[in-house]
């Protein structure tokens, strides 16, 4: 990703279809045969981390919607866990969390 966001940059040798072919040829998917696009690259990279819980967090940097809401709603923003707002009285709940301190 980082490599097609900056072509000039020194990331790796590879070039984005590249990368991605190492990891499509691991999983013995076909291999690209033409440059990637951002939209390939990010499918790839859901696919590969669908259970590591990076979805929300790579929509709302992307700048993409998340199931018709838009990326920057607050009510996206997760709580401040309970916990640490009760040891820290300087924190300051998320306005979206109806049950803050």
Request: with cysteine; proline share 6%.
């Amino acid at each position: 990703e980082a490599n097609f966001e900056d072509p000039g940059a020194d990331i790796g040798p590879n070039t984005p279809t590249e990368d991605i072919n190492v990891i499509r040829g691991r999983a013995l998917a076909p291999l690209y045969t033409e440059d990637v696009t951002r939209e390939q690259i990010r499918e790839e990279r859901y696919l590969e981390l669908c259970w590591e819980g990076h979805r929300l967090h790579d929509l709302k940097r992307w700048k993409m919607s998340i199931g018709g809401f838009d990326y920057n709603a607050g009510n996206l923003i997760l709580p401040i866990p309970f916990r640490e707002m009760e040891v820290n009285d300087l924190l300051e709940q998320n306005q979206w969390y109806s049950a803050g301190k």
